[in-house]
């Protein structure tokens, strides 16, 4: 299709010099070479195109770049093209219509940059649209799998069990774990995989997780939540952090006996936000190692969909102590908005 | 009339008591948070019946009364767990359903009181919790013991029993061979002889003896006799 548009240019070319009269060799010569470099020049542009990212800002030095080589071929064109040929007649024609050269080179290849530009343009669109949709569908996967985890029986069935054994000897605290197990299956019912919040609010709710397993536990299960005022403002995405605290829980209370001290700090390292949770676990007698479960394979997918890096959620253990690290990059906007 | 109640959540335990109170004849002796302070409990009052949760910290409700030689009646109490209610139907006196009421528990605690006299709950071996697979609990003196599979060499029938092997020497279970070639993952545990149930990881060579028999040599240097069909076994699980 590009060879065909630029021969269809040549003929025309060709055309116009045999109707100003010059010489059939020169005119064939001439128009052949004119299409021969704008093809060389069009491809150099749509290179360009490819590479560069489809924003206003680079539209101009695209637009530039085209002027530049719309000068470079009608040079080229113009000037030596000359030793070719000694037909005065056609050397005059040539010199005469540098400017009208010029002019349809520069106009051939912005015709070549805007065909590019689109055609890369709705592909990149496209590709987004793509892994935004993938993403949305890991958001509902997640949300509708931190239902299910909820409404799994260790938790929920456990949990209805306190109440009922509160009711009769301490009825306000039965009253008050209603109230917290409300408030926290409503938070992971209503909020969307992708949207960001607040730490402050994402502690709120794992703090509401804390307050009932710990009531289920007693003084078994302690927890150290540590975020200063400025650090609670970062953002993060919504329920990122509830599997990897199951998960501190479940290792902490089934793998150990006696206390177990989950900790739970937030700090500022180059300007990302970075979570340890640390757990308790038997390194010896560990069934499935604690990072290999699907609660951290799920998160560790979530953020490579959001930040399109592999390696922000990591784990070490040192002696009996299982720690996981998140790096949340303070780089995304919230687009649940737009998504809705 | 003495009661055990074992459960590592503390409210758990608290409804029992309550629901219990009204049974005048049962006396709560003992309060337990995990299976190994279970054990012992048991073994120091030697109850009547016992409340029994199925998850709990190191060691599950059924590896606990693995543990023990003659299990109290029992009465299992659980979230819910698919796998055990199928095996609370076929051993356990009953089995409650957490969250339970009054009710449910008057009913489970009179089918106790019926049958108390007929029932010996030893553990059969259709009960397999899924841990199963990935761990043995064995007792040693008075320790009790969370073996990984992966650190045993090879069982071997004894009796009514079964020795374990490890680097460590060997620990007794009352289980039998076809137990543990049920439960533990084929690709890794062959029976390769009636008498042996062999860890492929620790097996070195197949050396031929007199005959056409052959044997096995392991890491640790122990020879360990292969039967025919074993050694057929064997080879197919190896591939070769």
Redesign the interface.
């Known amino acids: 299709m590009v060879i065909g548009w630029w021969l269809l240019w040549a003929t025309m070319q060709f055309a116009i010099m045999i109707y100003y009269g010059i010489g059939v060799r020169d005119a064939l010569i001439d128009s052949l070479t004119t299409a021969i470099v704008l093809t060389l020049a069009g491809y150099i542009v749509v290179t360009i195109v490819k590479y560069f990212r489809h924003t206003p800002k680079n539209a101009l030095t695209i637009l530039v770049a085209t002027v530049l080589l719309a000068v470079v071929c009608t040079w080229v064109l113009g000037r030596k093209i000359n030793f070719l040929s000694t037909d005065e007649k056609y050397l005059n024609w040539a010199n005469t219509t540098l400017l009208v050269r010029f002019v349809f080179v520069w106009l051939m290849l912005i015709i070549a940059g805007i065909d590019g530009w689109l055609f890369f343009y709705i592909k990149e669109h496209q590709q987004d649209e793509l892994r935004l949709k993938e993403n949305e569908q890991l958001a509902r996967e997640t949300e509708l799998n931190s239902l299910r985890q909820q409404l799994q029986p260790h938790f929920l069935f456990n949990s209805l069990n306190s109440i009922s054994a509160l009711t009769l000897a301490q009825p306000e605290q039965a009253r008050k774990m209603i109230e917290q197990l409300s408030d926290f299956l409503r938070g992971t019912v209503k909020k969307d995989g992708i949207q960001l919040v607040t730490l402050r609010d994402e502690l709120h709710h794992l703090q509401l997780y804390l307050e009932i397993e710990k009531m289920r536990f007693g003084h078994r299960l302690q927890a150290q939540v540590q975020a200063d005022e400025k650090i609670q403002q970062m953002k993060i995405p919504s329920l990122l952090l509830q599997p990897v605290l199951e998960n501190a829980i479940k290792f902490g209370l089934y793998d150990t006996i006696g206390n177990v001290l989950i900790s739970i700090e937030a700090r500022e390292e180059h300007q990302d936000l970075v979570i340890e949770i640390k757990n308790p676990f038997d390194p010896e007698t560990v069934l499935n190692k604690p990072g290999t479960g699907f609660g951290l394979n799920s998160v560790r997918r979530r953020l490579a969909l959001l930040f399109y890096r592999n390696d922000l959620l990591t784990t070490n253990q040192v002696g009996n102590i299982f720690t996981t690290v998140i790096k949340i990059p303070q780089t995304l906007t919230d687009t649940s908005k737009s998504n809705l | 009339m003495k009661v055990i109640i074992i459960d590592?959540?503390?409210?758990?335990r608290?409804?029992i008591k309550?629901y219990l109170q009204s049974f005048t004849q049962a006396q709560v002796v003992a309060e337990c948070?995990?299976g190994?302070e279970g054990t012992k409990a048991i073994a120091q009052h030697q109850p009547d019946l016992i409340f029994l949760d199925v998850?709990?910290?190191?060691i599950n409700g059924f590896e606990m009364l693995e543990l023990i030689d003659n299990p109290p009646p029992v009465i299992f109490t659980t979230?819910?767990?698919e796998y055990a209610v199928k095996a609370f139907e076929a051993r356990a006196i009953d089995y409650l359903?957490?969250?339970?009421?009054k009710e449910r528990f008057d009913k489970a605690f009179s089918k106790f009181l019926e049958q108390k006299n007929k029932i010996s709950s030893s553990f059969a071996e259709e009960i397999a919790p899924p841990?199963s697979q990935?761990?043995v609990v064995v007792k040693k003196g008075q320790n009790i013991i969370?073996?990984?599979v992966h650190k045993i060499h090879y069982f071997e029938a004894f009796d009514d029993y079964v020795k374990i092997y490890t680097a460590e020497g060997f620990y007794l279970k009352k289980k039998t061979m076809a137990f543990f070639e049920k439960v533990l993952d084929t690709t890794q545990f062959v029976r390769v002889h009636r008498s042996y149930l062999l860890n492929l990881q620790e097996l070195t060579r197949i050396e031929p003896m007199e005959k056409d028999n052959h044997q096995a040599l392991l890491k640790s240097g122990t020879k360990i006799p292969l039967s025919q069909s074993g050694y057929a076994k064997l080879k197919n699980t190896l591939g070769i």
């Open positions: 590592d959540e503390p409210l758990a608290n409804i309550e948070g995990d190994f998850q709990m910290p190191k979230a819910f767990d359903l957490k969250p339970f009421g841990e990935n761990r969370v073996v990984p």
